[in-house]
Antibody
Framework: EVQLVESGGGLVQPGGSLRLSCAAS????????MTWVRQAPGKGLEWVAN????????YYVDSVRGRFTIYGDNAKNSLFLQMNSLRAEDTAVYYC?????????WGQGTLVTVSS | SYELTQPPSVSVSPGQTARITCSGD??????TYWYQQKSGQAPVLVIY???KRPSGIPERFSGSISGTMATLTIIAAQVEDEADYYC????????????FGGGTKLTVL
């Protein structure tokens, strides 16, 4: 079965760090794009970052640029989101998705809560 | 920053046609994608490249574009179509930065 599975979410204090993982099974990463999308409680979807899996292109929403880093490990068929200097407004369910515009496969999401 | 604008809510009775709009200055040049999200679930792609339907999506879902406005149309909407719908595109910066519309809650009752 082709699927994406996120992990790494949890409760973290403001200013802390967290690394999210997205493991792909049944598909290969190489040559494609992957995207992170988040959804704050009761709010809409927000695009966070994406990358071309050869590493040559990466883009971030303004609110996370300089704090978050997206990267991949093709050998492990995994995508990561390193989140530093976390703020309360980063609290959300984080989804990884395959693609850059046509996001045709999504994980189930992992919840990140930033609170003291 | 680039924005896509959707109405917060649309309500129809079962069997009626639902139309959800999405406006954005770059939509004449950048394709629109539509995602359906039911309560507690991950989003699902229902329309891509303005008007193409992925396999497995019912034929009652269709998309169109006219100028700076994209429209998701659901003909003969069913109760199970009740969900939040988001349009999505790439901004007009020349880079692949994504942007979602604010979402539209479709009520079918």
């Amino acid at each position: 079965e082709v699927q994406l599975v996120e992990s790494g979410g949890g409760l973290v204090q403001p200013g802390g760090s967290l690394r999210l993982s997205c493991a792909a099974s049944g598909l290969t990463f190489s040559g494609s794009w992957m995207t992170w999308v988040r959804q704050a409680p009761g709010k809409g979807l927000e695009w966070v970052a994406n990358m071309r899996l050869d590493g040559f292109e990466k883009y971030y929403v303004d609110s996370v640029r300089g704090r978050f880093t997206i990267y991949g490990d093709n050998a492990k068929n995994s995508l990561f989101l390193q989140m530093n200097s976390l703020r309360a407004e980063d609290t959300a369910v984080y989804y990884c998705a395959r693609g850059v515009t046509k996001l045709d496969l999504w994980g189930q999401g992992t919840l990140v809560t930033v609170s003291s | 920053s680039y924005e896509l604008t959707q109405p917060p809510s649309v309500s129809v009775s079962p069997g009626q046609t639902a139309r959800i709009t999405c406006s954005g200055d770059a939509l004449p040049k950048k394709s629109t994608y539509w995602y359906q999200q039911k309560s507690g679930q991950a989003p699902v792609l229902v329309i891509y490249e303005d008007n193409k339907r992925p396999s497995g999506i019912p034929e009652r879902f269709s998309g169109s574009i006219s100028g700076t406005m994209a429209t998701l149309t659901i003909i003969a909407a069913q109760v199970e179509d009740e969900a939040d719908y988001y349009c999505y595109s790439i901004d007009n910066s020349g880079y692949h930065r994504g942007v979602f519309g604010g979402g539209t809650k479709l009520t079918v009752l």
